[in-house]
């Protein structure tokens, strides 16, 4: 047992949150998302990927100085069309990094960069287009 750490962060998602360098990506799924054989996936069977995203930001910096440091799929082909999902991983993102948002993008450009990504999160999400894709940003020195 650690202190101060959620309990959904075991030590396999530990060493792979630990040994991520910056801007590099983590893609949490649900339960339906496909992944390929040869990626490094790891299963939270059973949560949901908004409290795997909770976890996740607890202790994983989100990418500040790019464009864009999380992703969520556009559902049905509409951009404009909001799931309720999407709205919590939103709220989730912005309390981790304030006025950063998720940018929505194509389903497949979405699986291909989860492919690319360097771990992949397989949650018990049973809600569609329940997948978010974070990027790594750096912890800032100290100010002296």
């Not at 962060?9 to 649900?30: K, N, S």
């Not at 496909?34 to 990927?49: N, T």
């Not at 908004?50 to 864009?68: K, M, N, R």
């Not at 948002?101 to 999400?125: L, M, N, S, W």
Request: proline content about 8%.
């Amino acid at each position: 047992m650690l202190l101060n750490l959620d309990p959904l962060l075991g030590p396999d998602l530990l060493y792979a949150l630990r040994a991520m360098g910056h801007r590099q990506d983590i893609a949490i799924v649900d339960a339906n998302f496909p992944c390929e054989p040869d990626s490094r996936v790891i299963r939270l069977d059973g949560v949901s990927a908004t409290d795997a995203l909770e976890a996740i930001v607890s202790v994983l910096p989100i990418e500040t100085e790019e464009e864009a440091g999380a992703w969520r799929m556009i559902a049905y082909d509409d951009p404009l069309r909001i799931l309720p999902i999407f709205d919590e991983f939103a709220q989730i993102v912005d309390r981790a990094a304030p006025n950063r948002g998720v940018t929505a993008i194509p389903p497949d450009e979405f699986k291909v960069r989860a492919r690319d990504g360097c771990v992949t999160v397989v949650t018990g999400e049973r809600r569609l287009y329940g997948g978010i894709i974070l990027r790594k940003g750096v912890i800032p020195p100290a100010a002296q």
